[in-house]
């Protein structure tokens, strides 16, 4: 099993920045693919990004969202950068035994709020 905690999330305004953690236990991290997912109220879950031997992002945060991660640390990042009211979301973070996009275990989440 692999438990994965999410943070950072919170209300910012259009433009500004948030960087979301989601730290893993229980499991060594580093064979894991890690992605970050989230959902909108009323709408479904949708892919934002991964990691594993490469990096993966939807074509809605390119250029603007950075995934990386710290293995010593079994933590994956998301620096989400010139943010946008159609940003705000759950996001969830997600760990992969086979890679992306098949997704074993997945957090709690935690609310980004953009407002306008």
């Known amino acids: 099993q692999v438990q994965l905690v999410e943070s950072g999330g919170g209300l910012v305004q259009a433009g500004d920045s948030l960087r979301l953690s989601c730290a893993a236990s229980?499991?060594?991290?580093?064979?894991?693919?890690m992605g970050w997912f989230r959902q909108a109220p009323g709408k479904e879950r949708e892919f934002v990004a991964a990691?594993?031997?490469?990096?993966y992002y939807a074509d809605s945060v390119k250029g603007r969202f950075t995934i990386s991660r710290d293995n010593a640390k079994n933590t994956v990042y998301l620096q989400m950068n010139s943010l946008k009211p159609e940003d705000t979301a759950v996001y969830y973070c997600a760990a992969s035994r086979t890679g992306h996009p098949n997704y074993d275990y997945w957090g709690q989440g935690t609310q980004v709020t953009v407002s306008s």
């Open positions: 229980g499991r060594t991290f580093s064979p894991y693919a």
């Open positions: 990691i594993r031997w490469r990096t």
